[in-house]
């Protein structure tokens, strides 16, 4: 069996500690890292070797930015969506017989200065759009597909603690909604949502409000995969004790367990 792991860590570096010592605990085969706020030359390649790792990054100085760690090679590596070149939100590569993709997608929110401005909205639902047609691109060739990553999106209003607040955020307006169920009807599944289908399960407390001890929480992070992997996944697993760690990010690590492939 193979462990895949995906974790918003909310800056690589901040969370290290936390993180090397998550990998040593848990011994997982493939990590994917979203929001790791670091560049090719601060990323810790060197730490990640030494605890038995090889990464690929497309990487982002102190915004965004994606990774894909694994003890196998990383064949194939695609560091961007097309058109979607200035935010690192997006890696692929093949391990074995495995196509997995690490994705950070855009909040959409406006800036609090400007309230009314959509076009931070307008680009997350392009941005959807493209990883679509990605997703669309590598499901016709066959691929056997693991998408992983913190999706930024409220897909039922039992994802939240309190979905009046989040009503008309770009985290859970229809259209945004709408985008992230075409996953679904391209023929992908989502692993989380299987093997946690109770409401109000989380993977994300905000640090401000005191939000993990009322938890006060948002399901954010998710796992698809395509038809021939969905009846090899043996679990999925959300680490929500990490979140209670010294040092760790505002999400947990979300895990998939599967049969060598």
Request: a negative charge; one cysteine or more; glycine letters at 6%.
């Amino acid at each position: 069996m193979q462990k895949i792991i995906s974790w918003n860590v909310a800056s690589v570096r901040a969370r290290l500690p936390a993180l090397l010592t998550f990998l040593e605990q848990e011994k997982p085969d493939i990590v994917l890292l979203q929001e790791i706020k670091a560049t090719d030359e601060t990323f810790p390649f060197f730490d990640f070797q030494l605890a038995g790792y090889r990464a690929i990054i497309s990487g982002q100085k102190s915004y965004n930015g994606v990774a894909i760690l694994s003890k196998k090679s990383l064949d194939h590596p695609v560091y961007h969506l097309s058109g979607f070149e200035d935010q690192a939100r997006f890696i692929q590569a093949d391990i074995g017989d495995l196509t997995v993709i690490s994705v950070y997608v855009p909040n959409g929110n406006p800036p609090e200065k400007d309230p009314a401005d959509t076009s931070r909205l307008r680009y997350k639902l392009a941005w959807f759009q493209a990883f679509e047609q990605q997703v669309s691109r590598l499901l016709s060739q066959g691929k056997c597909l693991i998408v992983g990553g913190d999706f930024n999106v409220i897909e039922r209003d039992t994802d939240v603690y309190n979905p009046e607040i989040f009503r008309s955020s770009a985290l859970m307006v229809s259209e945004v909604r709408e985008a992230y169920q075409l996953l679904q009807k391209n023929g992908l599944s989502n692993m989380i949502r299987q093997f946690y289908p109770e409401p109000h399960t989380y993977t994300f407390w905000d640090f401000q409000g005191g939000a993990w001890p009322k938890n006060n929480g948002i399901l954010l992070d998710a796992f698809w995969v395509s038809e021939q992997v969905k009846p090899l996944v043996a679990q999925a697993e959300i680490y929500r004790d990490i979140r209670g760690w010294a040092g760790t990010s505002d999400h947990v690590p979300i895990g998939l367990m599967l049969p060598d492939l």
